[in-house]
């Protein structure tokens, strides 16, 4: 079977492609944007392409005509996608546009990764039926992409998942794990938001959480996440205190003491019963997910 992953370079990408190749059914295809960034180059073909190029996209798939696809490039960074909305829409919502339009020929599964940030964060933790309402323009962007999935006529599946920690080689994206540590480990002071509630997920359980998706050929939407909710104040505080690092230099902070462009949902966190009953998904505790990060670092 031919798996063709998107945004490979990035967290949870340059994670799905061992998981992937560990089992001999597949057959991998990674696509990301520019030179291959992953530690392992051998065993799986790479394509960059620019997602945002319908001819490439189209080229791409007709190309490898793959059976499954897990859709996880995007432009993440929350605050450019407020600041510059034309790139957001073209990354997020064209592109998946793309996808999905060259993979009609070949009836491939979509697996398309989505967020806690299509909800408004007013009544988490949120199980898959609840109604979204983006406040953000990079959750509207996922909603909008989100509801293309929804309405294609390829077999699908929505893998939300909510504040992602892990380690990847060049990423562009921040990990609270690193900096806490990073900056304590300097005796720098960070302020820390203690009114946002999150499920954190290690990323090397939403990579394991997709391969079941796509393994069950399990179609609709799933949350998929860690178990545990915490504020970032907490992650912060339970790193330091596993890296032994002083917490007296963590400062509890409201988040409207931060000026961010984009505005950040209070309390999300999933439910994740779905997955674990349907998939057999079992994600780590945070504290587990410290460990394994912290052998990474
Ligand atoms: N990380 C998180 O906390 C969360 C992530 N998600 C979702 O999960 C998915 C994976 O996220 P994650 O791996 O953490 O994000 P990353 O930002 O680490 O990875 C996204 C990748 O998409 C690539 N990309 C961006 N634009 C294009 C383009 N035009 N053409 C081709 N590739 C492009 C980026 O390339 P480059 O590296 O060159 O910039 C990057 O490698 C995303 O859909 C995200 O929205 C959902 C909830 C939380
Ligand atoms: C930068 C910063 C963040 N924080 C907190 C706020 C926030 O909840 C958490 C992470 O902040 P960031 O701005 O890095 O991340 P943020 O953009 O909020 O992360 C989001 O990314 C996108 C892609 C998603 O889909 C979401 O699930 C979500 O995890 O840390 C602080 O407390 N102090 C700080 O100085």
Redesign the pocket.
Known sequence: MKVLI????????QHLIPVFLEDSRYQVIA????PN?LPRQAGYTYEA????DATSVKHLLDKHQPDIII??????QVDDCERNKDLCWD??VA?TRYLLKAAEKHNAFIIF?????VFDGLQGPYAEDAAVNPISYYGSS?VAAENMVRGSSLPWAIV?????YGI?AD???SNIITWVKNNLEQGKKLKVVDDQWRTP?LVQDLAAGCKLVADKNATGIFHISGNETLTPYQMAVQTADYFKLNTQLLEKVDAKSFTQPAKRPAKTGFVIDKAVNELGYAPHSFEEGLEIVAKEI
């Open positions: 998107t945004g490979s370079n990035g967290l949870l990408g696509s990301g944007r520019g960034r392409t620019n997602l945002r859709h996880a490039a995007a432009m993440t990354t997020n592109a990764l989505s967020t806690d940030f996922k939300r998942t909510v504040l992602v990847a990423s562009k994206r997920t």
